[in-house]
């Protein structure tokens, strides 16, 4: 990419998610819960950061299908951002990281079956679920969400 990522310092990874599914909302807190070194920053799409990182990354934040890690200059989409993010936790679930072996066109057959079909078979909030942070940086706020 051209230009630097919307709310991003240099050297941060995101992950875009989608704030009213719930599995969604169900990996965030799994990271929360195992991302002990805060390795990666989080944005629901439908904030103005997520929305602006979407836009950045050239996908419609209208159309949220996917998840999507940021990582410097370099955007990962379905599994290949989810095997990513599993690289950066400790062990056991960075291990999980070595399925990345198998074919993407396998992977996100697979992840697509899943996030397609993620509101019927998970549910979905009425509003994006506020998810209760491990630190004050967790989530990336712009000046009028930090404010709310």
Known sequence: M?????????????????????????????????????????????????????????????????????????????????FRVMSFLPFPWRAMAALRILPLRFRDACYNGIALNRYRLFGRYDSVKKLEADHSQRFLKTGEEAGG
């Open 2 to 82: 051209d230009n630097p990522a919307p709310y991003l310092q240099p050297g941060e990874r995101v992950i875009i998610y989608d704030g009213v599914c719930r599995l969604c909302n169900g990996w965030v807190n799994f990271l929360i819960r195992h991302d002990k070194k805060h390795s990666v920053r989080m944005a629901p799409v439908q904030s103005e950061a997520g929305r602006a990182l979407s836009i950045w990354a050239g996908l419609s934040p209208e159309n949220v299908n996917t998840i999507v890690l940021i990582d410097g200059d370099h955007v990962y989409k379905r599994s290949e951002a989810i």
